[in-house]
């Protein structure tokens, strides 16, 4: 049973940046999509970005192009999201998520995923 541990997040001012991290256990994520979600207060849910398990596809969704960069470190079992000029609608609680064998859509949410972290909160605000 995998398991994903988020952490990273905490307020920052606008144009700053964050690292946050998502560490796996109980499986190797070698075979593993992987990705991110955040859920802002009143709005849906979005898909931010992804890898797919074969590593050759990566996706963001628009609003965050150019600004977030999606990485794994296989060695460390772990993921990332590096985010730069950070705007306050970025605001929200992002989970990290996986899905073995799993694919990354252009439309990241059309894209089911099995294992969730619990969340961590990413505050944009001056």
């Known amino acids: 049973q995998l398991t994903l541990v988020e952490s990273g997040g905490g307020l920052v001012q606008p144009g700053g940046s964050l690292r946050l991290s998502c560490a796996a256990a109980?499986?190797?994520?070698?075979?593993?999509?992987i990705g991110w979600f955040r859920q802002a207060p009143g709005k849906e849910r979005e898909g931010v970005s992804c890898i797919s398990s074969s590593g050759s596809s990566t996706n963001y969704a628009d609003s965050v192009k150019g600004r977030f960069t999606i990485s794994k470190d296989n060695a460390k079992n772990t993921f990332f999201l590096q985010m730069n000029s950070l705007k306050p609608e970025d605001t929200g609680v992002y989970y990290c998520?996986?899905?073995?064998?799993?694919?990354?859509?252009?439309?990241?949410?059309?894209?089911?995923?099995?294992?969730w972290g619990q969340g961590t909160q990413v505050t944009v605000s001056s």
């Open positions: 109980g499986s190797s994520l070698e075979y593993y999509a």
């Open positions: 998520v996986a899905e073995y064998l799993g694919d990354c859509p252009r439309r990241i949410h059309i894209q089911p995923f099995d294992y």
